[in-house]
């Protein structure tokens, strides 16, 4: 995240740059946060919001933007991507343990949460 960057305009400028896609800032929700140690391997903390948004119609098609840290980019379902969890990393296999997994976790952050977001956009 950069200085003075709200949650949605993070996601919008992260997926651009290492996805190719347009997303639609007002549709990106909130729908849970990991915290993770990588203290022997790089003696670094991350702190990682999970969002979801709606891709713009204009979008661009999906492209893998940086080669040098990602193998590729697909389109797969929630409970395919649960089954490939040793392949992700590990603030994305900590989502999918502790909430991702979750029955209507996906559609009440699409559907709700517009007051959190407003609060996060400040």
């Keep these: ?3 003075g960057e709200s949650v949605a305009q993070c996601a919008v400028r992260e997926v ?4 190719n ?4 800032a007002a549709s990106v929700r909130l729908v849970g946060v990991t915290q993770d140690l990588f203290a022997e391997s790089a003696g670094k ?3 990682t919001l999970i969002v979801i948004a709606a891709v713009l119609p204009i979008s661009p098609p999906l492209e893998n933007m940086e080669p040098h840290k990602c193998e590729a980019w697909e389109w797969i379902t929630l409970d ?3 089954k490939r969890r040793a392949e992700c990393f590990l603030p ?3 989502a999918l343990d502790t909430f991702l997994m979750k029955p209507g976790v996906l559609a009440e952050g699409l559907s709700g949460g517009s007051k959190m977001n407003e609060d ?3």
Aim: hydrophobic share 45%; aromatic share 4%; charged share 30%.
């Design 1 to 3: 995240m950069e200085l």
């Design 16 to 19: 651009e740059e290492e996805c």
């Design 21 to 24: 896609l347009a997303l639609d």
């Design 45 to 47: 903390h991350y702190v």
């Design 80 to 82: 395919a991507l649960n």
């Design 92 to 94: 994305l296999q900590h």
């Design 120 to 122: 996060l956009r400040r």
